[in-house]
């Protein structure tokens, strides 16, 4: 009688897509996603743990995205243990070889980090050195008091492997340890460690997203810009004009947050004052745009981290 391993492949991922993707918290920001469901990832650990068959088929599945972050599960315990877990989950990845290649994204919080704590921040930069096929990068919750001491751990190191990073703004000149960037997230609100980059360092960056401060700075550290995404920011059309004629951009993205205190109305009536200013000279810098791709204006509507819904500027298109 067939048991469950000879079940054919795609059936038994169909079976898992019926569980909801794990979405942690750090998610909301990069993402537009947070879902604090564990059940789809409880599973595939079980079922990679039953024989060698489903091990093989899930155990990639099950590394491709790690996390070390805390979560409901975790963050109840006691700093100094929290930050033990975090230094524990380093030193594992780095002494279980036959997990590192199938590990594509890791997202990081060192907010346990302090000078007279700094060993997990070491090990996470060890960490990094091995896992050659790791394409997603989150860096986040960096104490402030540690920026100094992490951008110096980095000093003289590259990770090739890397596409997408997000960082806080103050750990913008690790850029060059990180040369195939592609895609760039800011957490916070200061461009100053940007203008310190040169555009060589940056040639390779087409998206950039929740970039705050004034976009000069991109023109002039980021002249390949084709994506700009614009999260929690002041939609001040004027800050739209340095853009005007650059080589790549054709897309803006602006999203927009609903929370528990926000309702649609009042979101619909920023939209017809600030939100369509902004969006009208977004369409006008576009035009004067000489990127040769699609140009568009999407706007996202956030509920509580999630992307609920994307509405696409149709006059935008051209």
Known sequence: MPSLPDLPTELLMEIVKQYPALYLEIDA??????????????????????????????????????????????????????SKMLERRMIGLRKTPYIIPHIRALSVTLEECDMDNWEPMAEFIRALNV????????????????????????????????????VRDMLAEIIPCF??????????????????????QCSKIVTVKNFVPSPI?????VPNLKCLEFWRVPLNPSNLQPLEGMEA???????????????????ASTKSSSLQAFVVEARRVLQTSHAKDRKKICIEECEMGIIVKETLDIRTCC
């Not at 951009?249 to 649609?264: C, K, M």
């Open 29 to 82: 920001l990069i993402c537009g996603m947070a879902a604090q469901q564990f059940t789809r990832n409880d599973i595939i650990r079980a079922l990679s743990q039953t024989c060698r068959t489903l091990r093989n088929i899930f155990l990639p599945i099950l590394w491709e995205r790690v996390y070390a972050v805390f979560t409901e599960r975790t963050r109840q315990r006691k700093t100094k243990k929290r």
């Open 179 to 200: 040369p195939n960037v592609h895609t760039f997230t800011f957490e916070g609100y200061n461009s100053s460690h940007v203008e310190s980059s040169n555009a060589s």
């Open 131 to 166: 896992l050659s096929s790791l394409e997603d990068l989150a860096i986040l919750k960096v104490p402030s008091a540690m920026l100094g001491v992490f951008r110096k751990s980095m000093e003289g190191k590259e990770f090739p492997s890397v596409q997408r990073l997000a």
């Open 249 to 267: 951009l054709s897309e803006v993205r602006i999203r927009q947050y609903v929370g528990p205190s926000t309702s649609r109305s009042s979101l």
């Open 217 to 221: 700075v991109l023109r002039l550290h």
